[in-house]
């Protein structure tokens, strides 16, 4: 299988592609850069939306990953808004040049203010200018696929934990000031409960469900569980032994951040029962 992954070079898709390298597929991979993605992939330098035809470009793909976004942890970027035009009209561009699959990374921010548990039938009504950015090329590529014959899956993202500097999520920023030699991390109160994944399971189970075409349209790459903020970053600076301390209370919690909000993760549930039952029967 030949899967193209966009935004190859992120703190998301450099992950994504060591792991479908390790799966053994055949993986081009594109960004404006190169210097983090896996030597072992087929890397393409390019921007995505100055391309006549991507399809032919990228060596006629089976499967489109698009991972590509600008300003994903900047919420109210106005780039999100400006770049949606492009994003759709590239996938539209590979969908009609005959690409077979679409999956495309999502976010739990697609579906705004809500308490509960998150399934594919969740209504939305994002509260963010990127989940308003990310919901509208859902709703758009969904229908590009139907129209075409293309099987179309959402990868949903929720909140991703990992111990690297080079992102931007709140658990790269403490390994940031950790570096820089803090004692103290500016932190709110920590009590909302959302749902995390640790980065290498975020990373096997969008590869995961990639690999496969049975189940397809809006798949959750997620815990299925929720857990206090507090709690997380906590446990996070006690297995990284951190010496750093929280400063509870330093800044206010965002008002469009949901109380209580996790994933249903049945349907990525059965993509590994399947992935296992395959290996044990090859």
């Known amino acids: 299988m030949k899967i193209l992954v966009t935004g190859a070079n992120g703190y998301?898709?450099?992950?994504?592609?060591k792991q479908l390298l390790d799966d053994g597929m055949h993986v081009i991979a594109t960004d404006f850069r190169d210097d983090l993605i896996d030597k072992r992939?087929?890397?393409k330098t390019a921007d995505l939306f100055h391309l006549q035809d991507p399809y032919s470009y990228f060596s006629c793909p089976d499967v489109l990953l698009h991972m590509a976004w600008k300003d994903g942890f900047v919420h109210n970027s106005v780039n999100h808004i400006h770049d949606l035009p492009s994003h759709y009209e590239f996938i539209r561009t590979m969908i009609e040049g005959g690409v077979k699959r679409v999956a495309v990374m999502g976010s739990m921010h697609e579906v705004g203010f809500f308490e509960g548990s998150i399934n594919e039938s969740t209504p939305c009504n994002p509260q963010s200018l990127y989940g308003i950015s990310k919901n509208a090329l859902r709703r758009l590529v969904e229908l590009k696929c139907r129209e075409?014959?293309?099987v179309f899956q959402w990868l949903r993202?929720?909140?991703?934990v990992g111990n690297t500097a080079d992102g931007c999520s709140i658990f790269s920023k403490i390994v940031q000031a950790v570096r820089a030699?803090?004692?103290?991390f500016p932190f709110t109160m920590g009590l909302n409960q959302f749902d995390f994944l640790d980065y290498d399971v975020f990373c096997k189970y969008i590869a995961d469900a990639v690999e496969q075409s049975s189940i397809d349209g809006v798949i959750n790459i997620c815990s299925g569980r929720p857990e206090k903020l507090s709690d997380r970053v906590e446990r996070f600076i006690h297995e990284n032994q951190f010496k750093i301390v929280l400063k509870y209370g330093a800044f206010p919690d965002r008002p469009y951040d949901s109380k209580a909000i996790w994933g249903d993760d049945?349907?990525?549930?059965?993509?590994?029962?399947?992935?296992?039952?395959?290996?044990?029967?090859?």
């Open 12 to 17: 998301l898709g450099k992950g994504v592609v």
């Open 41 to 43: 992939a087929e890397i």
């Open 148 to 150: 075409c014959g293309t």
């Open 157 to 160: 993202g929720f909140y991703i």
């Open 181 to 184: 030699g803090n004692q103290e």
């Open 266 to 282: 049945l349907r990525i549930q059965n993509i590994e029962k399947e992935k296992e039952y395959k290996n044990v029967c090859e």
